[in-house]
Structures are given as C-alpha cells and as structure tokens.
C-alpha cells in the first residue's frame, strides 16, 4: 500500500490534487477534518484545550470557538506550541487508524494524507511519497484576495504563518506545479496516479 503525503502552502491547489487523487480511488485522509473530528464537543482534547487555554474556548454550544482559539495563539509560537502538543498526538493516533482501515479493507489501497503542516508536524512519517502543490508565493495571495476574500493583511499573515515554499519542495519526491490551468493541475495529478498504479 503506497502512503502518500500530500502537502502545499495555502491556496496552492492541493484540495484540487486531493479530489482528483480520490476520483481515480484513493482513500483520501484529510488531517484538516480530523483536527476537527478529535476537537468535537465533549472530547478530550477539547477538554484540553479548554483547561490551557480557558473555558471560554467552548462556545455556548459545546463546541470549539475556532476563531477565538485562533485570536489567543495566533502569532504567539509559545501558545501555538501548547495548542500542538495537545491536538497533533491525537490527530497522529487518529490518522494512523485509518491508514490501517484503509489498508484492512484494500492491501492495495492507495491512501493519500492531505496535510498542510506535514514539515512542522510529520515530515519523518515513513511516507512512499510526498508530493508537494506548488503555485508561486503571489498567485497564491491573490487566490486568497479573490477566491477566499481575505483582506491583504490576513493573506500575507496567514502565508507568513506557514514554512516557506523552498523548505516544502526541498523535501518534495514529486511537485505539482499549479500555477497553470485547472486542466493542467489535473494532467499531472493523473499522470501521477498512472505511477502510482502502474
């Protein structure tokens, strides 16, 4: 079974390479949806968090108060550090699970893990192969201004935030330039599920 890492800076099109990947048949684990998955209400890491970083963190509703976590550690890397170390060894535990239910269920299954923090949080995983989305550091601002309608502010904070793009392709196996077409991105993207199944 290939395990595949699939990362990229924001607004690089890897959810574009993502979808295409699970359209050929890849089980397609997306680390975003599970940080969420292990943050629901009445989880431990909520639990947590909420004992780190204060009760108010739950809104009323039980559930994480997304921008209010983002507000208190935003820019602050010892709280980032603090926020990490509770939710990344669960969203570790969780995504190994489903990489062995994938594999349980298809020994030939080609499982890709969409993650955007692979550098920061998982680049020594035993990957097959790590593939990398890649679009110049402007396009993807501009992706940010007129498809997401973040200020300029928030788009160069939120780039800024990330590794930059020489560290991501330094431990690239295989890059996806995105830069071009929609048609483009999607060429590449089969032509590495063609390797990938060949």
Not at 126 to 152: D, F, K, N, Q, Y
Not at 181 to 186: A, G, H, R, V
Request: glycine share 6%; charged share 25%; hydrophobic share 50%.
């Amino acid at each position: 079974m290939p395990l595949i890492a699939l990362t990229g800076g924001i607004a690089s099109g890897k959810s574009t390479i993502a979808r295409r990947l699970a359209e050929h048949g890849a089980v397609v684990v997306d680390a975003d949806a599970l940080v969420r998955e292990v943050q629901r209400p009445g989880s431990p890491v909520l639990d947590a968090i909420a004992a780190e970083f204060g009760v108010d963190m739950v809104a009323p509703g039980g559930e994480l108060d997304r921008a209010g976590l983002a507000s208190r550690v935003f820019g602050d890397p010892d709280a980032v550090g603090r926020l990490n170390a509770i939710v990344h060894p669960a969203v570790r535990a969780e995504s190994a699970r489903r990489f062995r239910a994938a594999l349980d269920a298809d020994a030939d299954a080609v499982v890709v893990y969409d993650v955007p923090l692979l550098l920061e949080a998982r680049a020594e995983d035993p990957w097959e192969l790590i593939v990398v989305a890649h679009a110049p550091a402007e396009l993807r601002r501009e992706r940010l201004l007129s498809l997401r309608g973040m200020t300029p502010a928030d788009a160069d904070a939120r780039m800024a935030a990330q590794v930059d793009d020489a560290r991501r392709l330094a431990i690239a196996d295989v890059v996806i330039d995105t830069a071009g077409s929609l048609d483009e991105t999607i060429a590449q993207t089969d032509e590495l599920w063609n390797r990938l199944t060949a």
